[in-house]
């Protein structure tokens, strides 16, 4: 079954005759919500197909990243996500929160190869209550006591992340830095 999926997935970045392309519309979410992460950067990389918008600040602004968490690709992606579907016009409210979702699960599949699991974990979760804070400005922002709860949150992940690090320095399995 996985190489039948591998070969859909290669066709998503591969360019149709003219009669045959997918919209915009179906390509980005294919990309964004249907292909594996390497599968997408192998096409980001190709910037295949080159009428999408490929560019990406990648994890610029988000928290600090000081054991260098491989979160690169799937901040790539949720850019990605972000400028496409706001030069499609279909960044709505639902449709961010499907990104950023989509963003805190592939930063939790990135985890998966780290030693240090549960601080990674720690510092996505971190990550993920940040853009559902802070990004979209100006596009879909919430009321005002959602605001409240996702500030909450996400001011908990940070604690819970900094209680994460020290348990995984404690084991021996994160750098203690100074």
């Not at 919209?23 to 080159?50: G, W, Y």
């Not at 499907?98 to 979760?125: H, P, Q, Y």
């Amino acid at each position: 079954m996985k190489p039948v999926f591998f070969i859909s997935a290669l066709a998503t970045c591969v360019s149709a005759t003219p009669s045959s392309t997918p919209s915009a519309e179906i390509v980005t979410d294919e990309l964004l919500f249907n292909v594996t992460l390497p599968e997408f950067i192998a096409c980001r990389d190709a910037k295949n197909p080159s009428s999408l918008d490929w560019s990406s600040d990648s994890c610029s602004k988000s928290p600090d990243n000081p054991f260098k968490f491989p979160f690169d690709h799937g901040c790539k992606r949720h850019d990605f996500g972000y400028r496409n579907y706001k030069a499609q016009s279909r960044f709505t409210r639902d449709n961010r929160k499907r990104i950023d979702l989509n963003f805190f699960s592939d930063l939790t599949s990135l985890c998966e190869a780290v030693e240090a699991n549960g601080a990674c974990r720690g510092l996505a979760n971190v990550y993920y209550y940040g853009v559902r804070l802070f990004g979209g400005q100006g596009q879909t922002r919430s009321i005002e006591a959602e605001e409240e709860d996702l500030y909450r949150k996400y001011v908990e992940a940070q604690e819970e992340y900094k209680q994460l690090v020290k348990e995984a320095q404690a084991k021996g399995k994160l750098p203690i830095l100074r």
